[in-house]
């Protein structure tokens, strides 16, 4: 079946500009997590989301990064005023509900690379 | 905080060849899940194996492994008869039981010479 979707996979733009990163998950996974992952580290929580409302955001950096997920389904994350340092992969991952989430496996997407010149 | 700590960023093994890669980690709970996640250049975050802390057996998925030392706080990978198709990099990760994030370590890049 199709795993979880992310676009575009590869977003160059310039400093101080808006950018959008989209992330379908698997059909029927209410959870839906963003990392992100700089060069060389291992991803970094940002934010995730048990359907439409965001149950933990505590890894959002600052008040330049949001995510919505307004149906439940598809999310997007919004990055205002990007700087260089934004530049990483944003990775997407999706799981079904369970007792405590942890039990059930996290799937990941490809990622979006962001580059900020 | 708890963190998860990987200590050798780079290994190299012969193909068929068995590698361990070592991880440790630190948290206060006594609760949580542990797992190892292969990453490789396609980028995609796929698990390889996963441990739950209150089990005491060490979980094993084919030819991949772990050594779980729970008072230690530490939790290797070992692969055994390695392929080509191996080389990857690897991120030991931690969760919470009830949490809702992973904490990823920063990675060994693990390569397979033929």
């Known amino acids: 079946g199709a795993g979880v979707s992310q676009t575009p996979s590869n977003k160059v733009t310039e400093k101080g500009k808006y950018v959008e990163l989209r992330c379908d998950p698997i059909?029927?996974?209410?959870?839906l997590y963003w990392y992100r992952q700089s060069l060389g580290q291992g991803p970094e929580f940002l934010i995730y989301?048990?359907?439409?409302?965001?149950?933990?955001d505590s890894g959002l950096p600052n008040d330049r990064f949001f995510a919505v997920r307004p149906e439940g389904s598809v999310s997007t994350l919004k990055i205002q005023r990007t700087e260089r340092g934004d530049s990483a992969v944003y990775l997407c991952?999706?799981?079904?509900?369970?007792?405590?989430?942890?039990?059930?496996?996290?799937?990941f997407g490809d990622g979006t690379r962001l580059s900020i010149l | 905080a708890q963190t998860v700590t990987q200590s050798q960023p780079e290994m190299s093994v012969q193909e068929a060849e068995t590698v361990t890669l070592s991880c440790t980690y630190d948290?206060?709970?006594?609760?949580?899940?542990l797992f190892w996640y292969k990453q490789p250049p396609s980028r995609q975050m796929i698990l390889v194996i996963r441990?739950?802390?209150?089990?005491?057996q060490n979980a094993t998925e084919n030819r991949f492994s772990v050594n779980f030392q729970k008072a230690a706080k530490s939790f290797s990978l070992k692969i055994s008869d390695s392929q080509l198709g191996d080389t990857a990099m690897y991120f030991c990760?931690?969760?919470?039981?009830?949490?809702?994030?992973?904490?990823f370590g920063s990675g060994t890049r693990l390569s397979i010479r033929p």
């Open positions: 991952a999706s799981s079904i509900p369970g007792q405590g989430v942890s039990n059930q496996p996290q799937h």
């Open positions: 059909s029927g996974h209410t959870a």
């Open positions: 989301f048990q359907g439409t409302g965001a149950a933990d």
């Open positions: 948290t206060s709970e006594n609760n949580y899940y």
């Open positions: 441990q739950e802390a209150y089990k005491q």
């Open positions: 990760a931690f969760a919470y039981s009830s949490a809702s994030k992973i904490i």
